[in-house]
């Protein structure tokens, strides 16, 4: 018989979720953990992105996103029990695919060099925050 639990407001390092939903959810040995982009913890600030006054996305550093979602993703895995040598699946949501494929390849490339999960990478139009990275992923605990 499975068992599950959401894990819900222990997470110390890693940002606050941006809507009503856990970071992680464990069914048995697994760890599901809900999109994650590269926000800060207790900010609404976008690590590379700048905004006009209005919130229009000015411009905006790839590779300053990714380091911020892996370290998020790092955390949430830590404070759940799990780790990044634990990770099984990653799903990664691009919102441009042509401009930051390559640049995010190389920086995953770095992270993942010794654990190699299945990875899938889909272009999106865009994302809930102006970010131009999400990661779901799951892990085993």
């Known amino acids: 018989m499975y068992y599950y639990y959401e894990l819900k407001n222990q997470f110390l390092k890693s940002p606050e979720p941006v809507g009503l939903y856990p970071h992680a959810r464990r069914v048995g040995d697994l760890l599901f953990l809900s999109g994650v982009g590269p926000r800060e913890r207790g900010t609404k600030i976008i690590p590379g992105v700048e905004q006009d006054a209005t919130g229009k996305v000015i411009s905006y550093d790839i590779e300053a996103q990714c380091h911020s979602v892996f370290r998020n993703i790092k955390y949430i895995l830590e404070d759940a029990g799990s ?21 995010y390849n190389r920086i995953y490339a770095e992270y993942f060099k010794d654990n190699q999960p299945c990875r899938t990478t889909v272009e999106i139009n865009c994302l809930p925050t102006p970010i131009g990275i999400e990661l779901k992923v799951i892990a085993t605990v």
């Open 83 to 103: 780790s990044w040598d634990k990770i099984i699946d990653v799903t990664v949501f691009l919102t441009n695919m042509k401009d930051d494929f390559a640049t």
